[in-house]
């Protein structure tokens, strides 16, 4: 067991042997952001003050070697291999905010639907203890005894007393668990799911209007976000746009529709990149949204897709005035395995 020290708060919380930094922070409920937990995004990136980690094999483009000198790390893979590490994450007072996720935890899947011509919807109702989650987070599901990686899926739906977790699942070409989903796991199957993870989290004590922005199943967690906020009586104008290739990529339509005729201050509208329909607009989020949103500098922004679509959207909202310190992004990285290091990858004190 090992001891990881917040600075400068100076809280610390233990590290069981096998764990990286990431997952003992987040057992003891301290947010660190993370998208790809495979050392590929680099989003978990802190330095590291005092004390010894094993890194893993992570990419160069995620940390680079200059970064290692200076003593950062990725923490979604970093180990402590000495008593104790000291690192620069966290305010004065470091307050908790989310809750410990729990691994392999026993669900059924009670539907599973085609909603649109690449997605299905998973429905997961748990066994025992619910997961209990942010809206904005996501789980990891798989089979690893058959091969089948685990992979990160955002929860789509806001959390409800019987635990039930919404995923919404896109077939990647040749993906391994992608396709396991849409092909091999049925209704009434018994799944391990682990989690929440995640730090797209929409802040409750937002006063500003709010735009969201998803592309293809970057849609899930952004419907959670605003099914949450809109049930929470959040009065600012909430308005999402729906990136989709063509009609047969859409989906939640309906959904967006009701809250839309429901609540006043809710809107959305669906553009599309390779098709032209009536009652749609047509292009890319980044052409479109000049015209809509010409100024930005008051909204909260939240963006969810594949990374090209989030780095593109963030680009676009910032030339629109949106602040980089509203900007919240969730990047669907694909992941890769962790590999085991080897002493060239370990950091010095
Ligand atoms: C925070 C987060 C949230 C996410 N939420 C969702 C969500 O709600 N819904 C959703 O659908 N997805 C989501 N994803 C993406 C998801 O986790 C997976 O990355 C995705 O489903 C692909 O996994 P896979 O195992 O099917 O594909 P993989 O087997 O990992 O393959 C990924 C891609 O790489 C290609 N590939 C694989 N092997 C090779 C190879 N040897 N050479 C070249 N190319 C190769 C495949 O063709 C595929 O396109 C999320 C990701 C993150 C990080
Ligand atoms: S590099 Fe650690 S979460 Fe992506």
Redesign the pocket.
């Known amino acids: 067991m090992a001891k990881i020290i917040m600075q400068p708060s100076g809280k610390s919380v233990d590290c069981a042997y096998g764990d990286t930094v990431l997952m003992a922070l987040e057992k003891s409920g301290y947010a660190l952001p993370?998208?790809?937990?495979a050392g590929a995004?680099g989003e978990c990136k802190v330095k590291v003050t005092s004390g010894q980690f094993d890194q893993g094999i992570v990419l160069d483009m995620a940390l680079s070697q200059d970064e290692r000198r200076q003593g950062y790390g990725l923490m979604c893979m970093a180990k402590p291999i000495s008593d104790e590490i000291v690192i620069e994450w966290g305010t004065e007072d470091a307050r908790p905010k989310l809750f410990p996720p729990r691994e392999n935890a026993l669900f059924v899947v009670v539907d599973k639907r085609q909603i649109a011509a690449r997605?299905v919807e998973l429905r997961l109702r748990p066994v025992g203890q619910a997961i209990r989650y942010w809206p904005g987070q996501?789980v990891?599901i798989?089979d690893p005894r058959a091969n089948?990686?685990a992979?990160?899926?955002?929860i789509?739906n806001a959390p409800r007393p019987d635990g039930e977790l919404v995923?919404?699942?896109?077939?990647?070409?040749?993906?391994?668990?992608?396709?396991?989903?849409h092909e091999q796991l049925q209704i009434g199957d018994n799944i391990k799911v682990s989690g929440a993870?995640?730090t797209?989290i929409g802040d409750p004590a937002v006063d500003t209007p709010v735009l969201c922005l998803a592309a293809?199943?970057?849609l899930?967690?952004i419907l959670a976000l605003g099914e949450a906020a809109l049930r929470r009586g959040f009065k600012k104008p909430v308005t999402m746009i729906f990136s989709a290739r063509s009609r047969e990529d859409i989906y939640a339509q309906g959904m967006m529709a009701w809250w839309r005729t429901k609540h006043r201050n809710f809107d959305y509208k669906i553009t599309l990149t390779r098709e032209q329909a009536e009652g749609y607009l047509a292009g890319r989020i980044d052409v479109v949204l000049p015209k809509l949103f010409p100024d930005l500098s008051k909204h909260t922004v939240f963006i969810?897709g594949s990374p090209e679509f989030v780095d593109t959207c963030v680009a676009a909202v910032k030339a629109q005035g949106a602040r980089p310190e509203t900007i919240y992004t969730?990047?669907?990285?694909?992941?890769?395995q962790p590999v085991v290091a080897d002493a060239e990858h370990l950091l010095p004190a």
């Open positions: 993370n998208n790809c937990r995004c997605v996501y990891t798989g089948i990686p992979r990160a899926y955002s789509s995923l919404q699942v896109a077939r990647a070409d040749s993906g391994v668990t992608s396709n396991w989903v993870y995640g797209f293809g199943t970057g899930a967690p969810a969730e990047g669907f990285f694909a992941q890769q």
